[in-house]
């Protein structure tokens, strides 16, 4: 449907604007989100909240009463909100919402409300939307108790079953599925100071606002308001559920007081251990984890992959980026043969790629690996760490998309990186001067190249080693190419940035693969 406009002479900028204002609201429609009222709720409001916190002194969150703060997982997991109760299922609607109960690690209740054409109205707590199972303390529950967070469902995959696709729930944090996924690592809205030695702050997303679609809608708009002792923030989330889900994102940050660091878009998974380093001893499964890599597409266009590795200290790096493309924690084995865990479905896990929609400029993708020995443990974070900020008070707005799932950003004219490993060097036995790194490239250009085609390996090796050989093949097996080289290192063993990519003649025929070696 759309809106047919006639032209008029007037010169009055009112009626210039109601004109903008009805073409914004005929495209709304177009697009199958609901058109709002000229005085509707909307992200400004959020933003002039964020600002008004970050001119006030912080107030903590109130916490939920101590019998609920200390049961157990199982305790919380037995309280269950009744689906007859989903907001919206009785409308007919796309979309429907479930209420999370506060508890157990949700210490603090946020508010949800919801807003139409009549205005803003708040969700109060019921105790009556949960069933709370073997539990004996629903009598006890405040009345005002708020919520820990939110589900939104969607017919992903069958038109009459209602699936999750995103929920909202601790601190900032929330996750999405595409098509076929099952869930993996998360999402959040702002990460601070985080692997810094003064400890890190984590902001909570304290209030929501649900947009009500209409029942044809297949776009939902949530809004969220970010709080913490150092920063406030406005956020706006367009979901658009699909085979890859895709969240766009409208993100404005004040700072109350300078902060180290501000992580823009932040990602969060676990990696436990993979092909490139040692099963766990006890442990049956080839390879645990939801993420085994990150991609990074810098402003010049250059596709970068790092292998995630799992050591016994906190490593930190940086890759310096002008005006990125897009980053994002991937999960390119899809092998069920790789992980054999009926359970998990590690190879189900979704990919996430972050693509900014403005202009980011000058700053680093950083990446933090933390020791771990347990997978329930989410020890890899990936963000964007902007060169420059304004003043604390002055607002910064980052414009990005999220791609939820299977699918990858990387382009066809670039041949992916699939797998690396690494071992010792030398013809026999074993040498612990030398290391073989042996890296698997397909897809791309290289799909087409016959095993006598001149294919070159491009290798960079940064001081503490130094590069002995490498050997270039067709994989028949996979049908992609192999690149095997062997390092000598030096004496001190000092770790060693690496970096490696194929060509043919002056043509890049891969992306480029990075890693840090450390013995």
């Known amino acids: 449907m759309s809106l047919r406009i006639s032209p008029s002479r007037s010169k009055r900028p009112h009626s210039r604007a109601l004109a903008r204002m009805l073409l914004a609201m005929s495209m709304l429609t177009i697009a199958g989100l609901a058109p709002l009222q000229v005085h509707a709720f909307g992200y400004g409001d959020v933003v002039e909240k964020a600002r008004a916190l970050a001119h006030e002194s912080y107030k903590p969150m109130r916490e939920v009463p101590e019998f609920l703060a200390d049961i157990k997982y199982d305790a919380h997991r037995d309280i269950r909100f009744k689906p007859d109760h989903a907001l919206w299922r009785a409308d007919g ?19 949800i409300n919801i807003y ?13 939307l949960f069933d709370y199972g073997k539990n004996d303390f629903a009598d006890k529950i405040p009345k005002d108790l708020g919520y820990a967070g939110l589900v939104i469902n969607y017919p992903i995959k069958n038109p ?7 929920v909202f729930q601790g601190a900032s944090y929330f996750r999405a599925l595409g098509r076929e996924n099952v869930y993996g690592l998360s999402a959040r809205g702002l990460a601070v100071d985080t692997g810094l030695p003064s400890g890190e702050e984590f902001p909570y997303f304290t209030e929501f606002w649900l947009e009500r679609p209409s029942p044809r809608q297949h776009a939902m708009k949530v809004y969220a308001l970010l709080d913490s002792p150092s920063v406030s923030g406005a956020y706006r989330f367009t979901i658009v559920p699909g085979e890859e889900t895709w969240i766009h994102v409208k993100a404005t940050i004040f700072e109350r007081k300078r902060v180290k660091e501000l992580g823009i878009a932040p990602l969060t998974s676990m990696f436990l251990y993979g092909e490139n380093s040692p099963r766990l001893q006890g442990d049956w499964r ?37 005006s990125p493309r897009g980053f994002g924690l991937l999960q390119r084995d899809r092998e069920f043969a790789h992980y054999e865990d009926l359970e998990t479905h590690q190879e189900l896990r979704p990919g996430l790629w972050i693509r900014p929609e403005s ?19 989410d020890n890899i974070v990936a963000y964007w760490v902007p060169a420059n900020r304004p003043e604390p008070g002055e607002p910064m707005t980052f414009d990005y998309t999220m791609g939820w799932g299977f699918n990858e950003p990387t382009p066809g004219d670039a041949g992916r990186v699939t797998g690396s490993w690494v071992g010792y060097g030398g013809v026999k036995g074993k040498n612990e001067s030398r290391r073989r790194f042996v890296i698997d490239f397909q897809d791309g250009p290289l799909s087409a190249l016959g095993p006598d085609a001149t294919v070159e390996g491009v290798i960079s090796v940064g001081g503490g080693a130094e590069l002995l050989e490498q050997q270039v093949h067709k994989n028949a097996v996979t049908g992609g190419w192999r690149l095997a080289f062997q390092v000598k290192l030096d004496k001190d063993r000092k770790p060693v940035d690496l970096r490696a990519f194929l060509k043919s003649g002056d043509q890049a025929l891969t992306e480029t693969w990075t890693y840090l070696f450390e013995s």
């Open 93 to 111: 609607m796309n979309f429907d919402v479930f209420l999370l109960h506060p508890g157990f690690l949700f210490k603090n209740p946020v508010r």
């Open 116 to 128: 139409d054409a009549e205005g803003v109205r708040e969700l109060p707590f019921r105790t009556e």
């Open 160 to 166: 009459e079953v209602q699936d999750q696709v995103i």
């Open 286 to 322: 080839p390879e645990v984890h939801d993420s085994d890599g990150l991609l990074m597409n810098n402003g010049t266009g250059e596709w970068i992959w790092r292998p995630l590795e799992n050591k016994p200290r906190l490593r930190i790096s940086m890759f310096s980026l002008q």
């Open 359 to 377: 202009d980011w400029g000058e700053g680093a993708v950083k990446l933090a690996e933390i020791p771990s020995d347990e997978e329930y443990n």
